[in-house]
């Protein structure tokens, strides 16, 4: 399978050029052969745009992700929305299971290559440290996977890397490689480039880490988004300017490294 990181520049507040640099990156991410593109975490809004979240959530069958599902239909190419601000009471009307009634998430949403919903991962850890989100969202409860291609693909989302466990859960169903949607800041570079790592070694399985760039009024995403395998070896990197990363991710590697390195099998907890 042929993956594709869409690093693009996330402008706070301004869905629609920020959607349409997404839908540009899928384009351009079919043209490279990819068969999945994953997008940052509240690609359409920006992370550090709090204010804005109330105002500009949808549901998920709004049109963020209606111009997404288009593009991954038109280019015949499955797309990991990487996260929206979701209105729950929206989404619940259009009959669409939510964790609350009402309130805001962070939604992560999984579309086929035909754009149709497979799949959606609202962040389960939500930031504290300063940010606003353990205000504004409710975090999520459920943990899907989805059958793409010879994977089985999981999600979770920024902050998320820092709670191993939730790795082990997505390990227990089977999860060959978990993509990671992040609004990751400067200057936490180093926790940046170690966690995802970590996850892929402890794991044994593939992490593609996508990250946006841009700046906010007090922080600046610092990119680096990047695909590791198994053995936690760097398969594609980029810098911290807006990019696509590639790289192929094997699933008998997967098994490879497994049989190789039979860590898993001492598992006790």
Not at 57 to 69: I, R
Not at 159 to 167: A, I, K, V
Not at 232 to 242: F, H, I, P, R, Y
């Amino acid at each position: 399978m042929k993956l594709a990181l869409a690093q693009i520049r996330v402008e706070p507040g301004e869905v629609d050029a920020n959607v349409a640099r997404a839908t540009d990156a899928v384009a351009d991410a079919a043209a490279a052969g990819a068969d999945l593109v994953a997008l940052p975490e509240l690609f359409s809004v920006g992370y550090f745009a709090f204010d804005l979240y109330d105002r500009l959530a949808e549901g998920l069958h709004g049109p963020t992700l209606s111009a997404l599902a288009d593009a991954a239909a038109d280019h015949g190419v499955a797309v990991l929305a990487g996260s929206i601000v979701e209105d729950l009471a929206a989404s619940r009307e259009a009959g669409i299971e939510t964790p609350a009634a009402s309130g805001l998430a962070n939604a992560a949403v999984f579309l086929g290559r035909d754009g149709e919903r497979r799949a959606v991962y609202r962040k389960h850890h939500l930031f504290g440290y300063g940010s606003a989100e353990q205000d504004l969202l409710t975090p999520g409860e459920s943990l899907p996977t989805v059958a793409f291609e010879d994977h089985v693909v999981g999600v979770t989302t920024c902050y998320d890397l820092r709670f191993p466990s939730l790795y082990r859960r997505l390990l227990d169903r089977d999860v060959t490689c978990v993509l990671v949607p992040s609004a990751w800041p400067y200057p936490r570079v180093e926790h940046w480039t170690l966690l995802p790592r970590a996850r892929a070694v402890e794991n044994l399985l593939y992490v593609g880490a996508v990250n946006g760039v841009g700046s906010f009024d007090d922080a600046t995403l610092l990119g680096r988004s990047a695909v590791y395998d198994p053995w936690g070896t760097t398969l594609a990197s980029a810098g911290d300017e807006t990019a696509l990363v590639t790289a192929t991710v094997d699933r008998e590697r997967v098994d490879e490294v497994r049989a190789e390195f039979p860590a898993l099998e001492d598992r006790r907890v």
